[in-house]
């Protein structure tokens, strides 16, 4: 990836982390999605740990040498070829499906982009094209062939909304991965420290998520707490740039750079 480009510039951003649990939440909303999730993972344990891996992989492929990234991208499809199975209605599933890859990939497109603007920087519509643009190597490199990605900007939001109407479905693994990421177990010494943090992060996860889909999960919401999003939206945009940059940038933007 091109130093300096758009994608170089968002991915860059550790800030992009405090949307991991919407873009966790929006993968699982997928069925197949969810069951590859729930029997192949101890997601209950470690909710987090499958984005963070994904999140490492990525920035390995937009930042690493050619060597680096396809190093990661075939350690990618080799943890991905063992995870099959059947879903809540019995249907067969592979984690290197296309159409299963390309909606985790899209919803780290959407998340990235929707924190990078909100809280990082605004960004015009044009950067968000190019951003799509310069993703689809990686999303190639997933396992994504380029003639089954959408094809352009426009076409990706065609297919974003497409799914949110008629592409998801929510299963109980949907339900209790939410719950994990909104509620996680704590040892108990850490729990009453940690509530500020998890409150804030919950606000920002359920104020983030597509409102159908925020509705179908019954997670409230209303004028207050979205209020409150905006106001921490503006604190987080005040914070970040008096922050050295090694806490701002992922370790292998930092190497790269």
């Known amino acids: 990836m091109r130093r300096g480009s758009v994608a170089w510039r968002v991915g860059s951003e550790g800030a992009l ?6 873009a966790l939440i929006l993968q699982v909303a997928h069925p197949q999605v969810a069951a590859g999730v729930a029997q192949h993972s101890n997601y209950r344990q470690a909710p987090w740990r499958r984005l963070y891996r994904t999140i490492e992989v990525t920035s390995q492929i937009v930042f690493g040498d050619d ?13 991905h070829q063992r995870v099959v199975g059947r879903d809540d209605r019995g249907d067969h599933y592979r984690a290197l499906d296309p159409q299963l890859l390309m909606w985790v990939h899209a919803t780290l497109v959407d998340t990235s982009l929707l924190v990078y603007h909100r809280y990082v920087k605004p960004l015009r519509e044009e950067e968000m094209a190019l951003y799509y643009e310069q993703m689809k190597p990686v999303a190639e490199a997933y396992g994504i062939p380029g003639e089954q990605q959408p094809a352009d900007w426009p076409a990706f939001r065609d297919y ?12 109980e693994t949907t339900r209790d991965v939410a719950d994990s990421v909104l509620r996680p177990e704590l040892p108990l010494a ?15 996860t359920i104020g983030t998520l597509p409102g159908e889909l925020r509705d179908e ?5 209303g004028p207050l707490r979205e209020r409150l999003l905006a106001a921490s939206g503006l604190t987080i945009r005040r914070l970040l740039p008096l922050l050295p940059s090694p806490l701002r940038k992922f370790p292998a933007a930092r190497r790269a750079a």
């Open 17 to 22: 982390l405090l949307g991991g649990g919407r």
């Open 67 to 79: 060597r680096e990234s396809a190093e990661a991208a075939a350690a990618l499809r080799r943890r």
């Open 160 to 171: 974003w909304d497409g799914m949110l109407l008629s592409g998801l479905r929510i299963t």
């Open 190 to 204: 850490a729990r009453l420290p940690a509530l500020p943090a998890v409150k804030a992060m919950n606000l920002l």
């Open 217 to 221: 999960l019954e997670l409230s919401w």
